[in-house]
């Protein structure tokens, strides 16, 4: 199972761990500031909280390199078994917050299990995928959704966590056009995508919380309330917007101290960022998350296999999905739906399972020159 020799060291991708290292830190200095006290009070512990989370990360992150990828493939079902009775657990013995019942304590310690799931998801599907000879047909389309898909996006639309809940379907999608469709396959999920759209809109709807439902229309006319549901919004666009060109300074970002962003270290930390540094800052910011993305995709180009490429593929695309929602949400370009920027929003769950994520990245491309398995 465990094999480490100098080929491992020589084809090390240290350009994305170097990357994803530099987001992580830039991440906990913009949680530092955007938690910094006023006046008398204490500061904030989560900066020194996400910095112990990094740590784990990539301490895991190694341990993940250390061992060939193909037994995550051996073992996908059994992890894929564990992540729906963790989700299940949510309903049972999981604690609610802001609106979501969506986090498991363990003791002293809490975590989110659809932050954890959405990496198993990737495993399974991928594994599923790769056993199926392309193009797939209409009965592989449907057996594929309902043998892997359907339950946790029912488990995760009810906690509610509606942005896990449409990560969920759109790497489905995305691994699904990947593996090769039949055209007339191909044709027919989008007709009845087309068709199905406003039924099952409607379901959609009145599935939603209240709260949900006004992040949604915000997103349509966020001066129809600017002091109550438009309210994130509004002030996610001021605060970037008064960041200018090259931003106010480190530590001199007054929209997060203040309290007059929402959720900044969390969802709107973005906008946090582009207030400090500007919009040259922000796209320094965005060339790096570029880089990441482009390094994914080589990977996927170099991987050894089937499971390899499409779990590759998969990561990258959570990745990707991830950043232009969190950013778009920033900007008013998205809904706000509750998904964090990578490696930058606060939150340990999320820390660790993108950090792991990252060492299947690299162990995929460092394992790529292994012929047999």
């Known amino acids: 199972m465990f094999k480490i020799d100098r080929r491992l060291i020589n084809n090390f991708d240290w350009v994305t761990l170097t990357v994803t290292m530099l987001i992580a830190l830039i991440g906990i200095l913009t949680i530092y500031s955007a938690t910094r006290p006023l006046e008398a009070e ?9 910095g112990v989370w990094l740590i784990l990360g990539l301490i895991t992150l190694f341990f993940i390199v250390s061992f060939d990828y193909i037994w995550l493939s051996r073992f996908a079902m059994v992890f894929y078994v564990l992540g729906i009775l963790l989700l299940m657990a949510v309903f049972l013995t999981g604690r609610v917050g802001m609106g979501a019942q969506r986090w498991l304590s ?10 954890l799931f959405k990496l198993i998801y990737v495993i ?39 942005g896990t809940g449409i990560i969920v379907i759109a790497l489905f999608i995305s691994l699904l056009f990947a593996r090769g469709l ?11 995508g087309l068709i199905s759209l406003p039924f099952l809109g409607n379901i ?10 006004s992040r949604l229309v915000a997103f349509i006319e966020p001066e129809i309330d600017p002091t109550g549901i438009g309210y994130h919004l ?6 970037v917007g008064s960041g200018k060109f090259f931003g106010k300074g480190y530590m001199q970002g007054t929209q997060g101290p203040f309290r007059f962003l929402p959720e900044k270290h969390t ?8 207030e400090e540094w500007g919009f040259f800052g922000s796209l320094i910011l965005l060339l790096l998350y570029l880089i990441l993305i482009v390094r994914g995709l080589d990977t996927v180009r170099k991987a050894k296999d089937d499971f390899g490429r499409l779990l590759a593929l998969g990561i990258t ?32 769950t999320a820390l660790l399972s993108n950090m792991i994520a990252i060492g299947i990245l690299i162990n995929i491309r460092t394992r790529r020159f292994e012929l047999f398995h």
């Open 182 to 192: 039949q055209r007339k396959v191909a044709v027919l999920f989008i007709i009845i």
């Open 42 to 50: 204490g500061h904030s512990s989560f900066f020194l909280k996400q």
């Open 106 to 115: 363990i003791g002293p310690l809490s975590f989110q299990p659809s932050e």
């Open 234 to 239: 509004n002030q996610s666009k001021i605060t």
């Open 267 to 274: 969802d709107f930390i973005f906008a946090v960022f582009a």
């Open 204 to 213: 959609f709807w009145h599935g939603l919380k209240d709260y949900q439902k």
């Open 124 to 162: 399974m599907l991928s594994h599923y995928l790769s056993l199926v000879k392309p193009p797939l047909d209409t009965l592989a389309l449907f057996r594929t959704f309902f043998t892997i898909v359907f339950l946790p996006f029912i488990l995760l639309i009810k906690q509610p966590d509606l």
């Open 317 to 348: 695309a959570m990745f990707f999905i991830y950043f232009f929602v969190n950013v778009g949400m920033t900007l008013g370009l998205m809904p706000v739906v509750g998904i964090p920027l990578p490696f930058m929003s606060y939150g340990g």
